[in-house]
């Protein structure tokens, strides 16, 4: 005989508040929320002395396009709920490895060097394995970091080998 019961106890579900995928997309866009409205205390710089665009202009971009990409997992989340792990994948601490690899690198050595092996590493350990995409990702992404910094933001990458190349 079947435990109708527990049937019933199983099919039932937690309010959407109650859910780990609201919890934390709400989250986000609560501290994206309040940081966006921090960036309409800037001060407005006259253009004469302004370089590329206003100095709030570019966290309040970055802060609605993550308000915006946490909408999107949210969406996904709830059509494809996440699953429960009980150990976090290698792949996410060697992430975290690549970060103080990146710091280390950007220092010493060159900053535009350094997007470019954080591209590679942390590519390869999430699964991609062609050599060709992996260069691909390696100088197309640092290339686009450096011109949408070098001409739209009007921003000077710090100096380092491959850098003082292009400013000399």
Known sequence: MKNVQ????????LPFFFKD?????????????ILLLTTFTFDIVPPILNRGIQPATFP??????IIAMT?????????????????LPRSFFLTLFSFI????????????LAISALSIFVA????????????LVGIIFPI?????????????????????????
């Open 124 to 135: 390869y350990y999430w699964g991609e394995k062609r050599l060709f995409y992996l260069l």
């Open 144 to 168: 686009i970091v450096f011109v949408f910094f070098e001409t739209i933001l009007g921003l000077r990458f710090p100096p380092g080998i491959i850098t003082n190349i292009y400013y000399s």
């Open 60 to 65: 309040k971009a970055l802060l609605i396009l």
């Open 101 to 112: 690899l990146f710091v280390i690198v950007s220092k010493t050595l060159d900053f535009f």
């Open 71 to 87: 909408l999107i997992v949210y969406y996904l989340a709830t059509k494809n709920p996440w699953k429960i792990e009980k150990k």
């Open 6 to 13: 527990k049937s019933k106890r199983a099919n039932k579900s």
């Open 21 to 33: 995928e609201f919890k934390v997309s709400f989250v986000i866009i609560f501290i994206s929320l």
